[in-house]
């Protein structure tokens, strides 16, 4: 019996080494221009498949035009990433955020991932930031902080503004606002030059501190390991104190207590920061300052339940909602969120639009689903089949899908917040940002202060998602399902929500460590107590 095991251990190794193998080979090889021809036709009709919005803001007509102009201008062989270089700008004229193309890039045996596992890429360290029209570093994760506020201008021989000028074309906002690809481009710069230039275990960069050009090379390092204390003579070896079943106890509640509140607050593991937190600003009570960084990590109704709870019992009587570079996440989260901060009865989101009848099942069975999602949904598909059938409604020619939980009118949380409400927004404000948002601005329930949201003020397609990959190039490609809209609409459409006071910090805001739009807020409030 352990001979067959070992077996077919052997046999699922080695089939998943030539698998990676044979991917490696495909995605690198020339693809034939017949070939890529066929992928993008692919792609435009999943597109219109799949996709509840397509033309809401590009023309139909417009939009065929610029798929049939790429299979044109496809005139000789290329292999996957060029190809990702050319198809991904047209993707972008579907001007929804939520459809990304993601280049093809080289796939690791276990073996060489255990390996890769062990070193760290000391470039990943850096967190960028777009300001100016210039690349800056934002922050470090490792040690070396003498490159914050630094300017980024080359990496290896490409010039960072011609990067950034190709980065930019690659994805998109929810409609016409740009604000979004500024923020983007900064806080995503890894991902884009990982996607354009492949895998590397070290890159030059050209660092400028006003006159001064200096560079610095980044290198994928072994990890460093815990250091072993050496043993000396002169030292004698103490064993460690043998604790208590008390002590013992005592160890495992402190551990769960504080595993319970990391999840309650959103724990990041590699910045060492939390999703979700709650200050008092000054030596009162008066203003608090919430800093939601993300609607999609850990569990948040105990947190938003003890934290207005706070603020009531506080007498808190003003609030500022930071949800700048907050991409979104879950309408379940912002949902709840959203009812302590309302004081009238609300409809959260209407029925969305979908293509599709069975929406659920078009997820899971897409052609990058795991084999075992497949097998669970074949098995588990007359209950999803039946649940789906009962949730979608035909209305006007168009198809809609009901979240009754969230499309049914609510009344407020009993302790919502009463007072004077300020929101903090910029383009990374994006998707779930943007539909809480759009409530709050809708029922002038808050002053927004910043820039406009990257999000579109009327909604968005996301919901659930089709990762789709093409056949030949091997790109993946991810589309939203779903139509996520507010009741509230503006004109023109293609927007996002806009604030009453628009700030964008500079350079110089940064060097000072100088929040600019936190400062605004917090004299608005020392002149309204004056």
């Not at 219109?48 to 809401?56: A, G, S, T």
């Not at 009531?312 to 500022?320: G, L, M, P, R």
């Not at 078009?362 to 007359?382: A, C, R």
Request: with cysteine; glycine share 4%.
């Amino acid at each position: 019996m352990k001979k067959l095991i070992l077996l077919f251990v052997g046999f699922l190794f080695a089939t998943s080494c030539s698998s990676v193998k044979t991917y490696n080979k495909q995605i690198a090889s020339l693809h034939t221009v017949e070939d890529l021809q066929k992928d993008v036709d692919k792609l435009y009709k999943q597109l219109k498949k799949h996709h509840p919005k397509l033309y809401q803001y590009t023309p139909k007509n417009i939009l065929d035009f610029k798929f049939d102009s790429l299979k044109n201008t496809i005139k000789q062989p290329m292999n996957s990433r060029e190809f990702y270089k050319q198809l991904a700008p047209v993707v972008t004229n579907v001007r929804q955020g939520h459809v990304l193309v993601s280049s093809a890039n080289k796939r690791f045996t276990r073996k060489e991932g255990k390996l890769l596992r062990k070193k760290k890429f000391e470039f990943y360290d850096l967190d960028f930031e777009y300001l100016d029209n210039k690349l800056y570093v934002k922050s470090t994760r490792g040690k070396d902080s003498t490159l914050i506020g630094n300017q980024v201008v080359k990496i290896e021989d490409d010039l960072t503004s011609d990067l950034i000028k190709i980065f930019k074309t690659q994805f998109a906002s929810d409609g016409y606002n740009t604000t979004l690809h500024n923020r983007f481009v900064g806080k995503n710069f890894k991902t884009f030059y990982y996607r354009n230039k492949g895998f590397v275990d070290s890159l030059k960069v050209t660092f400028k501190n006003k006159d001064s050009v200096f560079f610095k090379t980044f290198k994928r390092l072994k990890k460093e390991e815990k250091k072993k204390k050496t043993k000396t003579d002169s030292i004698k070896k103490t064993k460690p104190k043998k604790l208590t079943k008390e002590e013992k106890k005592s160890n495992r509640l402190k551990s769960k207590k504080k595993r319970k509140y990391n999840n309650k607050h959103g724990y990041i593991a590699s910045r060492k920061q939390y999703t979700r937190n709650l200050n008092f600003i000054g030596k009162d009570s008066a203003i608090a300052l919430m800093k939601i960084r993300a609607f999609s990590i850990g569990s948040y109704k105990e947190f938003y339940k003890k934290s207005f709870a706070k603020l009531d019992s506080a007498k808190t009587k003003y609030f500022i909602l930071d949800l700048r570079d907050n991409g979104g996440g879950r309408i379940s989260e912002i949902d709840n969120l959203y009812s302590y901060l309302t004081n009238t009865n609300y409809q959260f989101i209407l029925e969305s639009e979908v293509n599709n009848r069975v929406p659920f099942m078009k997820f899971i069975m897409s052609n990058t689903s795991s084999n075992s999602l497949k097998i669970v949904g074949v098995l588990l598909s007359p209950i999803i089949v039946a649940h789906n059938l009962l949730k979608t409604k035909k209305k006007d020619g168009k198809l809609f899908y009901r979240f009754n939980k969230y499309s049914k009118v609510k009344a407020p949380n009993p302790l919502h917040f009463k007072g004077k409400m300020y929101v903090l927004i910029n383009g990374n404000s994006f998707s779930a940002s943007s539909i809480l948002s759009t409530h709050l601005k809708a029922n002038q329930r808050a002053t927004f202060v910043g820039e406009e949201t990257g999000g579109a003020y009327n909604g968005t397609v996301a919901g659930i998602y089709k990762l789709y990959q093409l056949p030949t190039s091997k790109l993946k490609v991810r589309m939203g399902l779903m139509q996520i809209e507010a009741p509230q609409k503006q004109t023109p459409d293609g927007f996002g929500v806009k604030p009453d006071i628009e700030i964008i910090p500079t350079i110089e805001d940064r060097n000072l460590n100088i929040d600019t739009e936190l400062e605004w807020v917090l004299n608005d409030i020392k002149n309204k107590k004056n």
